[in-house]
C-alpha cells in the first residue's frame, strides 16, 4: 500500500544548473511510489533571467517568493508571490527577476518527467531525481 509523505523543501538537495538558476525536485512518481504530477522548486538569483524555452507539453509556474517579468509568447506579465501561470505546449517563455539582490522562488509543475529538461539533467548528474541535503 502507497503511504502518503511529506517532502520539506529545506532538506531536498538543490540541482544547480547554472550561475544563475537551481531546482529541486519536490515531487516525481519516485517520491510519490506511484504515478504522480512533477513538481519542482526552481530559484532565480537576484538580478538574472532564464534564456527561455519552448515545450511539447503544458506547465504551470506557482510564485512564491519575488516579482519577475514573464514573457509569455508576446505579453510582459508582471508575476509575484501568489500568481498562478498557465504556459501552454508550443509558447515560448521566460522570466526576468525584478529584484537585482533578492531570489525569485517559483514552482513549476509538469504532468510527466519526459518534458522537463532538468529533470534529466539531474538524473544524468546524480544516478537520480531526488536528493536530500543529508546525501553527498
Do not use: Q
Amino acid at each position: 500500500m502507497i503511504k502518503g509523505r511529506v517532502i520539506n523543501s529545506w532538506e531536498v538537495k538543490p540541482f544547480i544548473c547554472d550561475d544563475t538558476y537551481s531546482s529541486k525536485m519536490l515531487l516525481d512518481d519516485i517520491v510519490a511510489e506511484t504515478k504522480a504530477i512533477h513538481i519542482n522548486e526552481g530559484t532565480l538569483k537576484g538580478g538574472c533571467s532564464t534564456p527561455g524555452a519552448v515545450h511539447s507539453a503544458n506547465e504551470i509556474y506557482y510564485v512564491i517568493k519575488g516579482e519577475a517579468v514573464l514573457h509569455l509568447g508576446d505579453e510582459l506579465i508582471d508575476i509575484k508571490p501568489g500568481s498562478l501561470v498557465f504556459i501552454p505546449a508550443g509558447v515560448f517563455h521566460s522570466l526576468d527577476n525584478k529584484s537585482k539582490t533578492e531570489d525569485f522562488v517559483l514552482l513549476t509543475i509538469w504532468e510527466d518527467t519526459k518534458y522537463n529538461e532538468v529533470y534529466h539533467a539531474r538524473l544524468k548528474a546524480w544516478g537520480k531525481s531526488f536528493k536530500t541535503i543529508y546525501e553527498n
